[in-house]
Each structure stands twice: as C-alpha cells, then as structure tokens.
Nanobody
Framework: VQLQASGGGLVQAGGSLRLSCAALGLNSEYYAIGWFRQAPGKEREGISCFSSSDGHTYTADSVKGRFAISSDNAKNTMYLHMNNLKPEDTAVYYC?????????????????????WGKGTQVTVSS
C-alpha cells in the first residue's frame, strides 16, 4: 500500500484547503484511515480518524467544527476538508492507513496507531 498526499500550500487565516490522499493497492474490508499533523517542535497529533471497527469518526477538539474527514471508496481516496484555518494550524500534515481496523477511531488518533503513512504535505497559514 502506498499513500500519496496532496493539496497543501499557503493560505491566509480564515481560508480553506482540501487535502487528498490516494491509497494505492488498497483492498481490504476492514481498515482505519486518518489524518495527523506535526508542527515544528511539537509531537505528531491525530486530527481525525475513522475505523471500520466502530464506524465512528473521531475528531480532535483542536479542529472540531472546522475540519472534516471524508473518503471516496471507489477512488480509494480520503480527504481532509479544512475550513476557517488559523495560524496555529500550520504544520506538516500526514495521511495514514491501517488494514486491520481492530481498534477504535479515537485509539488510532490518540496513539498514532496507523501502519501505513504517506509523506507529509506542508500547510502554512498566514495571519
């Protein structure tokens, strides 16, 4: 499985971006997907995760109401829709995937629990 993320860039505060992540070679009924980010000097943070084990989408409080995760299973692509961006959202964003889906959505986000990781894409929000 290879993950290819795209869509990062420079945006002004209050703006929007959509990140995409294509999962090449994906063929699994049970899975978990998620988006994570890492700002300079900070630990990687799970933003939003979905697991087939609970069918629930977990979203971190830091982005709740502004960011949303979605997927197009026919295209094996997941998205991170980011609205009302703030300078503190500046980070390298990563998409990730797990082919077991054994754990809850929150567990995957809290524990960086995905197995496959894409290369990060930089998002910079100017004030």
């Amino acid at each position: 499985v290879q993950l290819q993320a795209s869509g990062g860039g420079l945006v002004q505060a209050g703006g929007s971006l959509r990140l995409s992540c294509a999962a090449l070679g994906l063929n699994s009924e049970y899975y978990a997907i998620g988006w994570f980010r890492q700002a300079p000097g900070k630990e990687r943070e799970g933003i939003s995760c979905f697991s087939s084990s609970d069918g629930h989408t977990y979203t971190a409080d830091s982005v709740k109401g502004r960011f949303a995760i979605s997927s197009d299973n026919a295209k094996n692509t997941m998205y991170l829709h980011m609205n009302n961006l703030k300078p503190e959202d500046t980070a390298v964003y990563y998409c990730a995937l797990d082919l077991t889906g054994y754990s809850s959505s929150k567990w995957y986000c809290d524990n960086n629990g995905m197995y496959y990781w894409g290369k990060g894409t930089q998002v910079t929000v100017s004030s």
